[in-house]
């Protein structure tokens, strides 16, 4: 049987033929993560995207029912059959979808065709093609990142389904993951949150064969990097900075005296670094952009739990005529002298006219 459960529901099915590894760091009781833990196993994602409003209530009704993928090879024959459980996300930070990921035994590398079936509905869904993904991860010298993580999550923005690798002792790295638009791409080690921070890169798009994914990372990160183009062909660009020096030993000193963090110290200014326009470089797919105007705004994450405002940087920076219309990477990033401490990070897919 060809076609979806229903004229507006999208239903994809991907396998995340990851290496099986689960590595500790220990705990940081002043951060939101308590366990530094980077987990790698292979698994299953089944998903089921509404593509319309009408598609809602359709959706709701397949909550808590049990969802069966019989994987097969491309001669038709059965490599494997797993059974999952479907829940909804109910996030607000999440797009409204069901969804299971299912641990797997082994890696299913020859699968191509999945049975899927929910009750007395049986679909055919072709498994989303693996795609390589590789590249190098250094720090702002250029010296390789040994032993560091980069992890491709949340595909189409289901809390569920990752892909995972290490780097080797000259910082590259390959790994095949299934084609899909991820949240975010996440790179650090097992040094986070006490001498490192993470590279973020937002929205990546990994398509079919091939696809390059360079990052450094050191002491800063870059948070909820966001960008819109303007009708005058200017970029304006919001993120937020946390670094080692001001924002961890901060939250260390507050831990250190009140034996736990609430929601107001998060809000504290004390917490984030200052930033000033020479701090910062932009540049859209290796192409710096003039940076004109810097300020401070506040915004409210009540989605995160927190009901006090917290400081966030927004710059206009200038496209040149020579960039043509398309879709560029943009990335951010912040160099501190007097701490020297380095970040950056990543917009994949910018539309810029």
Avoid at 10 to 37: A, S, W
Avoid at 132 to 147: A, L, Q, W, Y
């Amino acid at each position: 049987m060809k076609g979806v459960l229903i004229p507006d529901l999208e239903l994809k099915v991907m396998i995340f033929n990851n290496e099986t590894f689960r590595d500790h760091y220990g705990v940081i009781p002043y951060l939101d993560e308590k366990e530094i833990c980077y987990e790698a196993y292979p698994h299953a994602l089944f998903l089921a995207i509404p593509r319309s409003t009408r598609a809602l209530e359709y959706l709701k009704s397949l909550e808590g029912k049990q969802v069966v993928l019989g994987f097969f090879r491309m001669n038709r024959k059965l490599e494997s059959e797993v059974v999952g459980e479907l829940t909804r996300t109910r996030s607000p930070l999440m797009p409204c979808m069901v969804g299971t990921e299912i641990p797997l035994n082994e890696k299913l590398m020859r699968a191509r065709y999945s049975e899927v079936r929910i009750g007395n509905i049986r679909e055919i869904v072709e498994v989303s093609p693996q795609v390589r993904v590789h590249g190098r991860i250094t720090d702002f010298e250029n010296k390789p990142k040994s032993n560091a993580y980069v992890i491709l999550t949340r595909p189409y923005g289901f809390p569920k389904g990752r892909a995972i690798t290490k780097t080797n002792e000259r910082g590259f790295y390959e790994m095949y993951v299934p084609e899909a638009t991820y949240h975010h791409a996440f790179v650090c080690d097992g040094r986070y949150g006490r001498d490192a921070l993470e590279f973020y890169g937002w929205n990546v798009q990994i398509k079919p064969p091939d696809h390059e994914l360079n990052a450094r990372f050191d002491k800063i990160e870059l948070y909820r990097l966001t960008a819109a183009e303007t009708p005058e062909r200017t970029l304006i660009i919001e993120f937020l900075p946390m670094d080692i020096a001001c924002t961890i030993e901060n939250l260390k000193r507050i831990f250190e005296f009140k034996g736990k963090i609430s929601s107001e110290d998060i809000c504290n200014e004390r917490l984030y670094p200052k930033l000033n326009i020479e701090d910062i470089e932009v540049s859209l797919s290796d192409e710096r952009l003039e940076i004109r105007t810097l300020c401070r705004r506040y915004y409210l994450p009540k989605d995160l739990g927190i009901e006090c405002p917290r400081p966030i940087y927004v710059l206009e920076a200038k496209i040149p005529s020579h960039i043509p219309p398309g879709k560029y990477d943009l990335r951010v990033i912040v160099h501190l002298d007097e701490t020297q401490e380095w970040g950056e990070s990543m917009l994949s897919g910018l539309h810029i006219w």
